[in-house]
């Protein structure tokens, strides 16, 4: 889903480059595997027609072409440059059409851009691509999310979870648990969150999570735990918005005076077109 964010803008940005960090890593695996394979063949002495040789030397170099293309546009698009980055997409398309990365790579743009019709073509290109890939059913799970179709949303990152190859869960338990609180499903969020810290219980976006999962409950107590937690694994000058806002309600709510004078000058200091500093202004404490 690699972020220290509840789910948000700012969280999806960051599961979005942590799978094109796996796109990456995939790409150069597989030419990897191609030149091994060959290099095993010869040291024992199996000899193939000039042809298969041939076959195998092209797509090794395919390979390389779309996936030379695959990180170029990785760069513009972290830079931001989505008309570039979109270009080497369809470049590394038309060396491979069958290049899985490449549509989740573009629907993670598209995504950004805002154009949801044509992002969730490529969700779904991919998947039909790569059907058993954990990632795609994560990433297609949060633009669900975003997109308000909350069960559909769910039931991706709960197959995403049921993938014993899946090598991050966290990210699907984090990202299942922010949809579930958008739901306000509590009982569900705090199920998905509790599994999460359980394997990553320095995560801040988890902290945070059931943070507002227990807030929300009116469970000021713990809510000031898991506030505390937060406080203890990160800057409070690194800390997004929203973080800032929900720590202010809770430190407020437990009359933590000192504290929470504390959080509003990093959200005022930080984050002063925020709407969250905007809800302080109003005083809207309970919004």
């Given at each position: 889903?690699?972020?220290?964010?509840?789910?948000?803008l700012?969280?999806?940005r960051?599961?979005?480059?942590?799978?094109v960090?796996?796109?990456?890593?995939?790409?150069?695996?597989?030419?990897?595997?191609s030149?091994?394979r060959?290099?095993s063949?010869e040291?024992?002495?199996?000899?193939?027609?000039?042809?298969?040789?041939k076959?195998?030397?092209?797509?090794?170099?395919?390979?390389?072409?779309?996936?030379?293309?695959?990180?170029?546009?990785?760069?513009?698009y972290q830079?931001g440059?989505y008309?570039?980055?979109?270009?080497?997409?369809?470049?590394a398309i038309a060396?491979?059409?069958?290049?899985?990365?490449?549509?989740s790579?573009?629907?993670?743009?598209?995504?950004s851009?805002?154009?949801?019709?044509?992002?969730?073509e490529?969700?779904?290109?991919?998947m039909?691509l790569?059907p058993?890939?954990?990632?795609f059913?994560?990433n297609?799970?949060?633009?669900?999310?975003?997109t308000?179709?909350?069960?559909p949303?769910?039931?991706?990152?709960?197959?995403?979870l049921?993938?014993?190859m899946?090598?991050?869960?966290?990210?699907?338990l984090?990202?299942?648990?922010?949809c579930s609180?958008?739901?306000?499903?509590?009982?569900?969020?705090?199920?998905?969150?509790?599994?999460?810290?359980?394997?990553?219980?320095?995560?801040?976006q988890?902290q945070a999570?059931?943070?507002?999962v227990?807030?929300?409950?009116?469970?000021?107590?713990?809510?000031?735990?898991?506030?505390?937690?937060?406080k203890?694994?990160?800057?409070?000058?690194?800390?997004?918005?929203d973080?800032?806002?929900?720590?202010i309600?809770?430190e407020?709510?437990?009359?933590?005076?000192?504290?929470?004078?504390?959080?509003?000058?990093?959200?005022?200091?930080?984050h002063?077109?925020s709407?969250?500093?905007?809800?302080f202004q109003?005083?809207?404490?309970?919004?």
């Amino acid at each position: 889903m690699n972020a220290r964010v509840p789910p948000g803008l700012d969280r999806r940005r960051l599961m979005a480059l942590a799978l094109v960090a796996a796109a990456v890593a995939a790409l150069g695996a597989c030419t990897t595997t191609s030149v091994t394979r060959n290099a095993s063949a010869e040291a024992a002495g199996l000899q193939g027609s000039t042809t298969e040789l041939k076959t195998a030397s092209d797509q090794t170099t395919k390979d390389k072409r779309s996936g030379i293309r695959m990180q170029l546009a990785i760069g513009y698009y972290q830079d931001g440059n989505y008309a570039v980055a979109l270009d080497e997409i369809k470049q590394a398309i038309a060396i491979d059409p069958e290049m899985a990365d490449a549509y989740s790579v573009r629907a993670l743009i598209y995504t950004s851009m805002g154009e949801n019709i044509l992002a969730e073509e490529n969700y779904q290109r991919a998947m039909r691509l790569a059907p058993r890939n954990p990632e795609f059913n994560n990433n297609y799970g949060s633009f669900l999310c975003q997109t308000e179709r909350y069960a559909p949303a769910i039931a991706q990152f709960e197959i995403a979870l049921k993938n014993p190859m899946y090598q991050s869960p966290v990210k699907a338990l984090v990202n299942a648990g922010g949809c579930s609180i958008k739901q306000k499903n509590y009982d569900a969020a705090e199920r998905y969150l509790l599994q999460a810290v359980r394997i990553e219980p320095d995560l801040v976006q988890v902290q945070a999570g059931l943070a507002r999962v227990y807030y929300e409950r009116r469970d000021y107590v713990r809510a000031g735990v898991y506030i505390n937690r937060v406080k203890a694994v990160a800057k409070l000058d690194s800390l997004p918005a929203d973080v800032l806002w929900l720590a202010i309600r809770v430190e407020r709510k437990l009359g933590e005076k000192a504290s929470e004078t504390s959080l509003v000058t990093q959200l005022r200091r930080r984050h002063p077109g925020s709407p969250e500093f905007a809800a302080f202004q109003r005083g809207a404490f309970d919004e």
